[in-house]
Structure formats: C-alpha cells, structure tokens
C-alpha cells in the first residue's frame, strides 16, 4: 500500500498556509516549531515536491502547495466528522465542543447560560472562541469549532443558521443631553445626531443602523470604539449617544454610570442565532443548545 500522508503532518500543513510563519503555525498545533518544520519536511520528503519556499524571516507556500493545504484542511474535516459521528451515538451532548461567540454576544449572554448548561450536561466540555463573525464563520468552515454564537442576519450560506430570541436596541445618552427627558427616540431623531458606534468589522454597527433604518450614512458616526464597553464610558462622559443592544443592559453594562436609556418609537432589534456546519454529525446536540439558549433566554425576560 502506498504511503500516506498522517493526519499530523497535515494539521501542520494548514497550519502553515494559514500562518505562512513557522513559529505561528506550531503555536496553533501546540507543538514546537522544530517539530512542525520536520513534519513540513517529511510531509514534502513523502510528497516529492516542495510545498513552501523558506527564507530567515518569511514563508512564502508554493502554488501547489497551498491548493494541498486546501485539499488537507478538508480531509481534516472529513476525519472531525468522523468522530463526531461515532460520539453522536453515544450520549448526546457529552465530550468537546468548541463553541464561538461575537464578543457583542459572549459576555452578557454565556455567564447565565454556561451554569445552567453544566448542570444540565455535565460531561460536555466547552471551549470558547471570541471573534468577529467573519472570523468565526471562517473557522466554522474550516472546521477548527463547532458551532458559533452570532447576531443575524449575516451571510450564512452552506450553513445551518437556527435564530434563538430577539435583541433589542436602547438609546443611551448622558443625563444632560437635549433628548435625555424624552420618553421615546425616533427614527428621526436619531437621523438628526451623530452616534457613536463601534468600529468597521464589528456586525453590531451594522445591525443597529439597519435596525433603525440609518444604514448607508457614515456622516451620522461620530466616533468608533473595539467594544461596547469603551461606547459606555465614551457616552458616560458625555462625548455622544450610542444605541445599546438590550442584552448587554439587561448584564448592567452602564451600572455606575448615570447614562439615560431611552426606548426606541418603533421596534429596532438584532436577531441571535446559533450556526453550525450543514453535514456536522453533531446537529442533533446543536438543536438541543438552541432550544436551551432560547428557552433560557424567555424564561430570563419573564422573571
């Protein structure tokens, strides 16, 4: 039989193409990066052909060495699911899952669900990955997690995405400022003032314009912030207004603070969602985190 490459020295091979760095591609692998550049040079020993070209600083892969990168990322996966095909028979929701989270999600939504989800499954283990949704969906496809937590919509395609519950969205002012006594904020309103909002990349700034019926108008951001907590302290002192996804509210993100939030006149909210890879074997448990996530969340918003 003729030899074949391990599943080893292809991990490593991903790694590298990803990185196009040795030391950061053994990082990933949890490996040294003297193991790493001897399985590359076994692989290309086994393989007969070059796969990068090495100078002292970079790594540059050759044309066909990244097309068998893309070719070993898929029989990783194809190996990931096998496994996760012979787990799904046995008790559900036991064993790893590597679960992603927007950080506009992760940090007001898992520290009261993640409890109640130990509790519920004691032998499953969650290992949690904070990155945009692009990143996240990147890596979903690559298989490198399991699941991710996003806010929808989002461009999903080739992917399972189950919607779990509604967001809404505040306006959050500082006590002083000319809206701060009304009772409700429209469309109109909002249109009349610059926001402060996070920066390009993150879906939240997107998701509250569209929300509000503002998308398309770069004249009304007045500031860009890497996280909704910098929005809070930019807000708190008085530099402008921002829209607050009611999650992170309801986690008492502007606790010590004296920003006024105000209701919106007409319903803006983001969708949260859970996806997962089409063909993962594990569909039936990421059903179940749905149903968990979401009837979690409503039993949340009636106490």
């Known amino acids: ?113 993640l409890p109640q989800l130990s509790a519920a499954y004691p032998d499953l283990r969650i290992f949690l990955r904070e990155e945009r949704t692009a990143d996240l969906l990147s890596r979903l496809r690559a298989g490198s997690i399991d699941a991710a937590l996003i806010a929808l919509p989002y461009e999903t395609e080739g992917l399972v995405a189950r919607p779990l519950f509604d967001d809404g969205f505040l306006f959050a002012c500082p006590p002083d400022h000319p809206q701060a006594a009304r009772r409700r904020i429209t469309d109109a309103d909002l249109a009349a003032q610059p926001l402060l909002l996070l920066e390009e990349g993150h879906c939240l700034r997107g998701h509250a314009l569209d929300a509000c019926r503002l998308a398309g108008s770069a004249a009304r951001v007045q500031f860009e912030a890497t996280s909704i907590h910098t929005l809070v302290q930019m807000v708190a002192a008085g530099i402008g207004v921002t829209l607050l996804p009611e999650m992170a509210v309801a986690a008492n993100i502007t606790a010590g603070t004296d920003i006024r939030l105000l209701p919106l006149a007409e319903a803006a909210v983001r969708h949260v969602g859970l996806v997962w890879r089409r063909a993962s074997p594990r569909a039936r448990e990421f059903e179940l985190l749905a149903r968990m996530i979401a009837g979690h969340h409503a039993g949340g918003n009636e106490s």
């Open 1 to 113: 039989m003729r030899l074949l490459p391990s599943l080893k020295q292809l991990e490593y091979l991903t790694a590298l193409a990803e990185t196009e760095h040795f030391g950061k591609a053994a990082e990933l692998c949890n490996v040294t990066p003297s193991t790493l550049s001897a399985g590359i040079r076994e692989l290309e020993d086994l393989l007969g052909v070059p796969i990068a070209e090495r100078t002292k600083r970079v790594v540059l892969m050759t044309d066909l060495g990244r097309e068998i990168a893309t070719r070993a990322g898929a029989l990783i996966r194809d190996a990931e699911d096998l496994m996760g095909l012979a787990s799904a028979h046995h008790e559900p929701m036991t064993g790893d899952m590597v679960l992603g989270v927007i950080p506009t999600i992760g940090p007001f939504l898992l520290p009261r669900v």
